[in-house]
């Protein structure tokens, strides 16, 4: 069963505000580290916000 659009944004949400996902399913746990990761590589790439092009 995939995700539906509305439970992936309220994973998406808890990921990135910092709270825990409150969750047993399998599904809901990868999707919820996979954002995880992204947001880590990010800070560690320092693609933090939007550039500047002035």
Known sequence: MTLSSH???KIYIA????YGLGS???EEISYYQQI???M?????NGNLGVSRSD
């Open 7 to 9: 439970r992936q944004h």
């Open 15 to 18: 990921a990135t505000m910092g």
């Open 24 to 26: 047993d399913d399998s």
């Open 36 to 38: 995880k990761e992204e």
């Open 40 to 44: 880590k590589k990010d800070r560690e």
